[in-house]
Every structure is written in C-alpha cells, then in structure tokens.
C-alpha cells in the first residue's frame, strides 16, 4: 500500500491539474529580490513551475514514483509537491481527497488489470485550457 501511495503523489505531480493558483492582490508595494511589486498588482501563482522544477526533481518531466522514496524504499516527503497549493490559499478539500483519492485508486486496481489496447501507446499528452486535461484515449479495463 505504500508504494500505492508514491504512484499516488507521482499522478498528481505530473498531471498538474490546476495550473495556477487563486489570483492575489498586492496590499501594498512589495520588494522581491530585484523586482518592485506596486500595490494593486495582481499575481498568479503558477504551480505548474514548483511541480516541475528541474532543480527540486531529479526527472521533473518523466513519470517517476521514485521521486517520493528515499534510499530505503520508505515515502519521503517533498517540499516542491503542492498539487492543493500552498499557506493560506490551500484546498480546503485536501484531505477529502486525498482519502477518496486512495480509496479509488485502490479499488480500482484491486478489481481490474488496466492496459492500452492491442498496439497502442499510453501517451502523457495534454489538452492546455483552464485546466490541463489528458488528450482523449482508451483503456482497458478488464475485471480480476
């Protein structure tokens, strides 16, 4: 089961469903680093950038449950996954989902073999929109 869960984490970095987070409003000029913020500007987080950040993941654009293991095949937290966002802005829902998230997967796979079809390649492709969704593409499902 633990190792569900690394797959788990490894899905949601890479499918990256939101791209940005809740737009904010600078209250007053702000100074980061080099760059003036004035009051009034409003900024989106793009989340999009921490989960795939070269320096923070060692295969940021690969499928890789190895990102969430340490040496000992234990689950290793990271501070770059915030597939809910992050501070005060975070999902309120997270934990709801990631128990349903779990208990989905789980289930899932605990009754089905999934596969591509005969001759076909599973494919990382997206759609970019609001939010990025997967191309379309078939599976198959077949029961245990």
């Known amino acids: 089961m633990s190792y569900t869960d690394v797959v788990i984490h490894e899905i949601q970095r890479m ?4 791209l940005f987070n809740v737009a904010h409003m600078a209250t007053k000029d702000t100074r980061v680093d080099n760059y003036t913020i004035p009051k009034g500007t409003m900024l989106l987080a793009t ?3 921490v ?3 070269e320096s923070m993941w060692e295969t940021p ?3 890789n449950p190895q990102h969430f293991l340490d040496q000992d ?3 290793r937290k990271r501070e770059a996954f915030l597939p809910f966002s992050a501070g005060k802005r975070v999902c309120l829902g997270e934990q709801l989902a990631r128990m349903e998230l779990f208990l989905f997967f789980t289930s899932i796979l605990q009754r089905f073999s ?3 079809p005969a001759g ?3 494919s990382l492709e997206f759609r970019l929109g609001g939010t990025r969704c997967p191309k379309p593409y078939r599976l198959c499902a077949v029961p245990r």
């Open 15 to 18: 499918a990256d469903i939101v």
């Open 47 to 49: 989340l999009h950038s």
């Open 51 to 53: 989960l795939h950040d």
């Open 61 to 63: 654009h690969s499928f």
């Open 73 to 75: 095949g234990k689950f």
């Open 114 to 116: 999934l596969s591509p």
């Open 120 to 122: 076909e390649q599973p």
